[in-house]
C-alpha cells in the first residue's frame, strides 16, 4: 500500500536555526497538511496545502513556518528560527482530494527536539 | 467552535477482551465525517474506521465497530477480541467544512496478555 514518507525522523537543532522536513506524499494525492503534536498532547493542525498554495492554516502557523513543493514531489515544512516550543513530533498528511470522506494518510513523523 | 473530547485518558483491557473508547465532539455543522486514528509505539497514525455523519447505520471494520449517536454527538470506539497488537494511542477525530481535521487528546489502550 502506498505510504507517505518522512525524513528525517529525528531532528536535534539548536533554537535559533533553521529547519526542514520533508515530506514525500502519495503519487496521486493532491491536498497535504502539516500536524504537530507536542509530546503528551493532542495532534494541532498547521496547514493545508493545495494547487501549490496554503488554503488553510492555524493560528500555530505564525510567519516561522511556510511549506512549499518545490519540486513538485517533495512537500517541505520550514521553521525559519526555532524556539524550544517548537519541539515536537511533526506529522505531514497527504489525501487524495477535497472531500471529507477521503482520509488523510499520514507519515511517520518527525520528532524534533530543539535545543 | 469544533472540539473533540475523549474522557478517557488511560485504558486496559484483557487480550480477546471487548472494550470500549468513548470520544464526545461539538460541532454546528450538519454534515461532517468522524474517524478513529491509531498511534501504536512506532509513531504512525493509522486510520482505523470512519463514519460518515448522513449515515444512520454505524461503520464496522472487522474487529471494529462504532456507536454512532448524532444527537448526542457521540462516536464511540468499539474493539472487540482485542489483540496486542491493539495496543496504542487512540485519537478520535472528526472534519467538518473545509479539510482541518480536529483532533482529541487521545486515549492509551493497553492490551494485557
Known amino acids: 500500500e502506498p505510504e507517505v514518507t518522512q525524513t528525517p525522523s529525528h531532528q536535534v537543532t539548536q533554537m535559533g536555526q533553521e529547519v526542514i522536513l520533508r515530506c514525500v506524499p502519495i503519487s496521486n494525492h493532491l491536498y497535504f497538511y502539516w500536524y504537530r503534536q507536542i509530546l503528551g498532547q493532542k495532534v494541532e493542525f498547521l496547514v493545508s496545502f493545495y494547487n501549490n498554495e496554503i488554503s488553510e492554516k492555524s493560528e500555530i502557523f505564525d510567519d516561522q513556518f511556510s511549506v512549499e513543493r518545490p519540486d513538485g514531489s517533495n512537500f517541505t515544512l520550514k521553521i525559519r528560527s526555532t524556539k524550544l516550543e517548537d519541539s515536537a513530533m511533526y506529522f505531514c498528511?497527504?489525501?487524495?482530494?477535497?472531500?471529507?470522506?477521503?482520509?488523510?494518510?499520514f507519515g511517520d513523523g518527525t520528532r524534533l527536539s530543539i535545543l | 467552535a469544533q472540539t473533540v473530547t475523549q474522557s478517557q485518558p488511560e485504558m486496559s483491557v484483557q487480550e480477546a477482551e471487548t472494550v470500549t473508547l468513548s470520544c464526545t465532539y461539538d460541532t454546528s455543522e450538519n454534515n461532517y465525517y468522524l474517524f478513529w486514528y491509531k498511534q501504536p509505539p512506532s509513531r504512525q497514525m493509522i486510520l482505523v474506521i470512519r463514519?460518515?455523519?448522513?449515515?444512520?447505520q454505524n461503520a464496522t471494520e472487522n474487529r471494529f465497530s462504532v456507536n454512532f449517536q448524532k444527537a448526542a454527538k457521540s462516536f464511540s470506539l468499539k474493539i472487540s477480541d482485542s489483540q496486542l497488537g491493539d495496543t496504542a494511542m487512540y485519537f478520535c477525530?472528526?472534519?467538518?467544512?473545509?479539510?482541518?481535521?480536529?483532533f482529541g487528546t487521545g486515549t492509551s489502550l493497553t492490551v494485557i496478555p
Open positions: 463514519q460518515e455523519a448522513y449515515k444512520q
Open positions: 498528511a497527504t489525501q487524495l482530494d477535497n472531500g471529507g470522506n477521503q482520509p488523510q494518510h
Open positions: 477525530a472528526f472534519i467538518p467544512t473545509g479539510n482541518q481535521f480536529y
